[in-house]
């Protein structure tokens, strides 16, 4: 999962203390959105095309921002609007179900870590591999979920661990991974309960750690996994990854926008006639392809 930063973490927390999480006082004219962990404004009458031109960042059009440059296997050769990689065919997919075209679809710019910072935002919904966090969603609202987060191992090659990762095996190896992670909380929940794995500041100390044999494997995020053992360390591999305990990525709106209703509604119909399923069978081969084991 990625990181907050410093400042972002200060602006929720004082945004928190300050405002006492205003954008929940209203009860007459909010409601829940299932999965999403938040309060959002009433949604509108209904989620047709029509009825969402009220709460649209510019009318007319659907605004869907996320960073630049953007990465495969997310967006393919750093073209948001390509329609290609599956963040940029998921919010197209979106778009369509709520009645834009293609043509009716605006990117905008919006850097990672100041699209969950507080405040207005100048567009519908970011894409950006955004995890949901009960800190985030103190200042900004999530919608369910269109990609679910495993946790991967990763180890070197002439590791033991690379052959033998059973349950019961997988409590003889010494983890390691960075302070403060979900990856860190897996480890202890999951993988070695009454045991006490090594912890790092910085995952780049984790890294080195595995390099130099300190540890046996890290745990840490499918995509990040892929990347680490792809480009970063020489010799590594990405063993597996394990079932997924509830951390998503989530599309992100401004606190409280009433759109995400209509926007959750058109990702469960995503969900339950295939697409999402399709569009990662498509562009995530690389996660997907992993064999999963148990914990």
């Known amino acids: 999962m990625r990181q907050m930063t410093g400042a972002a973490m200060a602006a929720i927390a004082v945004l928190a203390a300050s405002a006492g999480l205003a954008g929940c006082a209203s009860s007459t004219s909010s409601s829940a959105s299932p999965g999403s962990g938040t309060t959002v404004s009433a949604s509108p009458a209904s989620c047709g095309n029509s009825a969402i031109q009220g709460e649209l960042y510019a009318k007319g059009r659907l605004t869907v921002a996320t960073d630049k440059p953007v990465y495969p296997p997310w967006f393919v050769n750093n073209q948001p609007a390509s329609g290609q990689g599956y963040e940029s065919a998921v919010a197209y997919a979106v778009a369509a179900q709520l ?26 919904f970011d894409i950006n591999e955004v995890s949901y966090s009960t800190a985030r969603a103190q200042v900004v609202t999530f919608s369910d979920s269109y990609y679910d987060v495993q946790q991967a191992l ?48 910085t ?71 295939g697409t999402l399923a399709k569009l990662a069978a498509k562009f995530l081969q690389v996660y997907t392809s992993v064999p999963t084991i148990k914990p």
Request: glycine share 6%; hydrophobic share 35%; net charge positive.
């Open 154 to 201: 990763v180890a070197l090659k002439t590791s033991p661990i690379v052959a033998k990762h059973s349950p019961a095996d997988l409590k003889t190896y010494v983890f390691g991974d960075q302070v403060g992670t979900t990856s860190l909380a897996f480890i202890n929940s999951q993988i070695q309960p009454a045991q006490t794995p090594k912890v790092f500041e």
């Open 99 to 124: 009645g834009f075209s293609k043509s009716q679809v605006t990117w905008a710019y919006e850097p990672f870590d100041s699209s969950y910072a507080p405040g207005p935002k100048k567009f519908d």
């Open 203 to 273: 995952l780049n100390d984790v890294k080195q750690a595995l390099q130099t044999k300190q540890i046996a494997a890290l745990v840490t995020d499918t995509p990040t996994a892929q990347f680490i053992s792809s480009s970063e360390i020489k010799g590594s591999v990405m063993v597996a990854q394990f079932p997924s305990t509830g951390e998503h990525y989530g599309l992100l709106f401004a606190k409280g926008n009433p759109l995400v209703s209509c926007v959750n509604k058109a990702l469960g119909t995503l969900r339950s006639n």
